[in-house]
């Protein structure tokens, strides 16, 4: 059975920094996309960033990319987003999400994910 535990959420200012972790289970963590998303309040749910576990090709969100790092463990079984440069539009639920490797379809298509975290909240107040 696919487990994604998200930790690491919390309050920050603007211009703060969180780091998100991404706990999957052993047995599903190779060579799969692992996908960070976010959801604000009336808001669809959209690709934030991910990485493929075997070969660590990443990808990015324009509206993160040069503050937002996408990160592997594999001894950990984790993956971590490392968010800087925070600011109030980065408020949201943030998911941690899982699909094989082997599917096509564009990095950012939520739908194409079987297996989700629970979620963990990120604010950043101004």
Not at 51 to 77: E, H, L, M, P
Request: glycine residues 8%.
């Amino acid at each position: 059975q696919v487990q994604l535990v998200e930790s690491g959420g919390g309050s920050v200012q603007a211009g703060g920094s969180l780091r998100l972790s991404c706990a999957v289970s052993r047995d599903s963590y190779e060579n799969n996309l692992i996908t960070w998303f976010r959801q604000a309040p009336g808001m669809e749910r959209e690709a934030v960033a991910g990485v493929y576990t075997a070969d660590r090709a990443w990808y990015y969100a324009d509206s993160v990319k040069g503050r937002f790092t996408i990160s592997q463990d594999n001894a950990k079984a984790t993956v971590s987003l490392e968010m800087n440069n925070l600011a109030p539009e980065d408020t949201a639920m943030y998911y941690c999400a899982l699909r094989p490797a082997w599917y096509r379809d564009s990095w950012s298509v939520r739908t194409t994910y079987p297996h989700w975290g629970q979620g963990i909240q990120v604010t950043v107040s101004s």
